[in-house]
């Protein structure tokens, strides 16, 4: 019998199990372990399946998040499965790093009022993909073959989830990617701890099983260029979402000194050259007994968390805001905390110290105050002058961001950009070059997961009407 709005407003937000502090900053496997079908029934239950859902527009690809969840009530996890699959190419990994609390749940009805808490979709996601992967074979109904050849540069979540719509459309989509494996930042960047290779593997699997293919090792810019492909390789269109992988640094002394890394190459090493497990994997990483992480978003959380996992006695974060501020998600934030992450909040890095054999020994850094809102709504930090200080360390990693590499632009002269250095497209994802649409990072700026997924999926729609037009083929449904 289905429950009245009092009885769904009764259930509290059912927590997520999670491994002890103490056991999981000691290796890789993930923190989270999922949702069993109980909790899960009784999360979906407390859904008010509202008729003008908010959350559905605050998801940037549109899942039918009132019907997902009353499938999940109602025990039909295949029908759930299905309608989460129709929307969203990566349901495993979205499940697990979307920044829900800033989207669906943020505009939940039910997160209103003093002790509102939302329904918590992010974790039910997770839990219908994990059940999807293992016991069920979904094939995506795919349109009749056109036998147009449709190019993806970059295999991040923007890349992946173009090449799967444009699969489902009948394409012969292929993406190039300039490393060994697909993923993107999902591979490269986040941690096992948050998010296993073998929910990407399976989830690209998914995406192969289609028809989309992955040629790794390719180089766009290098080893083909834009005109290369639309000229001379057959395709008639191309995606570029290429990411915005080029670390920022600070330009402060001591920037070059030994055991100073940027956040991407110390994550490379570890997650996608496995240097957690050296010298069983090839690559080496420094294991600092003290390390400080400069920065406050995700790329700073997983680098702290992932010192720590390497047997660092004292990890700490060093950010210039205060915690209200910091870009991470919350989840994120509360397991740093639990896991004895140090955090030296409303201070900033002005120096890095060296030892006489040019490692590096410390970081010099002063304290902040909040003076008032900046351009990005957060209140801007000033220097207290006089109130310097050192922490002390063998390794520092600067996490403070990336930007758009300029490889692929700088081979491809009439691709507009705008004057951060990324390119400049529409909101459709069209680009100033006839055929080539972008989106993802290398539009946004270090954005998210999801908004990258959002533009692959416009941009994929968009194509398919471009190609079909041209080829005077009928739309499909
Ligand atoms: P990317 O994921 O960067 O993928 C681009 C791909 O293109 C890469 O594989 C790259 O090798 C390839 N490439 C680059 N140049 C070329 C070329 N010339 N030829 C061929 N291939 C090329 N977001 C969240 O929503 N939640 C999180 O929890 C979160 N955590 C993060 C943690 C870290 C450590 C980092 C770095 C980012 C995190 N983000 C998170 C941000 C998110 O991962 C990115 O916004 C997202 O991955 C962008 O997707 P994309 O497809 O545009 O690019
Ligand atoms: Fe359910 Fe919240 Fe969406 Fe309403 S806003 S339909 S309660 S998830």
Redesign the pocket.
């Known amino acids: 019998m289905a429950l009245t709005p009092k009885e769904r407003m009764a259930i509290p937000r059912q927590q997520m199990p999670e491994r002890e502090p103490e056991e999981r900053n000691q290796d890789f496997k993930e923190v989270n372990l999922g949702f069993d079908e109980s909790i899960a029934k009784l999360e979906a239950d407390r859904c008010l399946q509202c008729k003008n859902s908010k959350c559905v527009p605050g998801c940037p690809v549109g899942i039918d998040i009132p019907a997902f969840l009353e499938r999940i009530s109602a025990g039909d996890l295949k029908g759930a499965a299905e309608i989460l699959l129709d929307a969203n190419a990566l349901p495993g990994i979205?499940g697990?790093?979307?920044?829900q609390e800033e989207q669906c749940e943020k505009v939940c009805i039910r997160a209103k009022g003093k002790n509102g808490e939302p329904v918590a979709v992010g974790h039910l996601e997770r839990y219908v993909a994990d059940w999807a992967r293992e016991n069920l074979d979904i094939k995506t109904l795919l349109a009749d073959p056109t036998g147009i050849k449709i190019a993806i540069?970059?295999?991040?979540?923007?890349?992946?989830?173009c090449a799967g719509e444009l699969a489902k459309k009948g394409h012969d989509a292929t993406i190039?990617?300039?490393?060994h494996k697909?993923?993107?930042?999902?591979?490269?960047?986040?941690?096992e701890f948050?998010?296993p290779n073998k929910i990407i593997e399976s989830e690209v699997d998914r995406l192969r099983e289609m028809g989309v293919k992955i040629i790794c090792n390719?180089?766009?810019?290098?080893?083909f260029t834009i005109d290369e492909l639309l000229d001379e390789e057959g395709f008639q269109a191309v995606f570029v979402?290429?990411?915005?992988?080029l670390p920022i640094f600070m330009n402060i002394p001591g920037e070059n000194l030994k055991g100073v890394y940027s956040?991407?190459e110390y994550?490379t090493r570890s997650n996608l050259m496995g240097a957690y497990e050296f010298p069983k994997m090839d690559t080496p990483i420094i294991k600092g007994k003290h390390v400080v992480v400069i920065g406050g978003?995700?790329?700073a959380?997983?680098?702290v968390r992932t010192a720590k996992r390497l047997g660092a006695e004292e990890a700490t974060l060093v950010y210039r805001r205060s915690r209200k501020e910091m870009p991470?998600?919350d989840e994120?934030i509360h397991h740093a905390e639990e896991e004895g992450i140090i955090f030296k909040l409303l201070c900033n890095p002005i120096r890095y110290l060296g030892a006489e054999d040019g490692w590096v020994k410390g970081v010099e850094c002063i304290q902040m105050e909040l003076g008032e809102p900046d351009d990005s709504g957060r209140r801007r930090p000033i220097p207290i002058e006089g109130s310097e200080f050192i922490i002390d360390c063998d390794v520092a990693i600067p996490?403070i961001g990336?930007r758009a590499?300029p490889?692929?632009s700088q081979a491809t002269p009439d691709l507009k950009l705008n004057r951060w250095g990324y390119i400049e497209a529409d909101e459709n994802g069209m680009t100033s070059k006839e055929g080539v649409w972008a989106?993802?990072?290398?539009i946004?700026g270090?954005?998210?997961?999801?908004?990258?997924?959002g533009?692959?999926k416009q941009s994929a729609a968009e194509i398919d009407k471009w190609v079909r037009e041209k080829a005077g083929l009928q739309p499909v449904g």
Not at 241 to 245: H, K, R, T, Y
Request: charged fraction near 15%; charge should be neutral; aromatic fraction near 2%.
């Open positions: 979205t697990r790093v979307c920044p540069v970059g295999s991040g979540p923007a890349g992946l989830t190039f990617e300039a490393l697909p993923g993107g930042v999902l591979t490269y960047g986040i941690p948050r998010l390719v180089v766009i810019g290098r080893t979402a290429n990411g915005a992988g956040a991407n994550l978003g995700n790329v959380m997983d680098s991470a998600r994120e996490a990336t590499n490889l692929l989106g993802g990072d290398i946004r270090a954005a998210t997961v999801i908004l990258a997924m533009d692959g």
